[in-house]
């Protein structure tokens, strides 16, 4: 009224589903937050573009021993020893730069003090405060690795002593033969290939199988067995006695029998 503002018109607009939407958001990334930092596995988070490192927990600190600011804003590469990056990522890790999830993947990170260490890496896409990003989720598997190596190592060695022995030496599971030494073949008569993959009690004479099969059950269960003589047949069907000396050992990481 002459020129004066009298009134005015108001419009509301129902926002509370908006607002619970940004509340359950915020609460969920806040547990996720917590989770991130508390995590046992180090976390490194990437710009699923250009591969950057933008955040990390401590977990991934202590695994590489540096500082998290010595760590965001560096490439993802340099988590990784220099002859692995020239020799090219593999098509796994590749694909985690597109953010699709990837199958585990082993591979190795270097430490600030130049260690090498072995991990396992699974990787996804996910989105922090509205922004998608590379998670990988790096386990240390050094001594675990380790550890399959000296077993690697242990039954490499095994086998060169077994193939000097001049005794028959053969490893079988369960009655299955694994392994057998050259002169196991050569005192049977028959090929590597007709052996392996059949069973004990093929080359046992009938008359000694019950007593073969007592044995071994005895042996699965803790009991202590003396040497025992059984006959075998070779491949011309020659009877030959052979006294048995036989233990449970680890092979292939499972038990096995070493006769």
Do not use: W
Not at 191 to 197: N, P, Q, S, V
Request: hydrophobic share 35%; glycine share 6%.
């Amino acid at each position: 009224e002459d020129g004066n503002i009298v009134g005015a018109v108001v419009t509301f607009r129902d926002i509370t589903e908006r607002k619970q939407a940004q509340e359950a958001l915020r609460q969920s990334e806040e547990r996720y937050r917590k989770q991130f930092e508390e995590a046992i596995d180090a976390i490194f988070l990437a710009d699923l573009g250009t591969g950057m490192l933008v955040d990390c927990n401590i977990a991934a600190s202590e695994l590489v021993e540096r500082e998290k600011s010595e760590i965001i804003g560096k490439h993802q590469s340099f988590l990784h020893p220099a002859e692995d990056i020239k020799n090219g990522f593999s098509e796994t890790f590749k694909s985690h730069m597109t953010g699709e999830p990837s199958e585990r993947l082993e591979d190795r990170v270097i430490t600030k003090s130049g260690q090498i260490k072995d991990v396992a890496i699974r990787a996804s896409k996910i989105t922090i405060e509205g922004k998608e990003v590379m998670q990988g989720i790096f386990r240390d598997i050094t001594e675990r690795k380790r550890a399959e190596e000296a077993l690697r190592e242990s039954e490499e060695r095994y086998s060169t002593m077994a193939n000097f022995s001049p005794n028959v030496v053969l490893v079988h599971k369960g009655g299955t033969i694994h392994y057998i030494n050259e002169s196991g073949i050569k005192i049977l008569g028959y090929l590597r290939d007709e052996i392996i993959g059949k069973t004990v009690f093929e080359f046992i004479s009938d008359d000694s199988k019950e007593l073969v099969a007592k044995n071994m059950q005895r042996r699965i269960s803790g009991q202590h067995v003396e040497n025992y003589e059984v006959k075998v047949i070779t491949k011309s069907k020659d009877i030959k006695y052979f006294l048995v000396n036989a233990a449970i050992i680890p092979y292939e990481k499972e038990k096995a029998f070493r006769v």
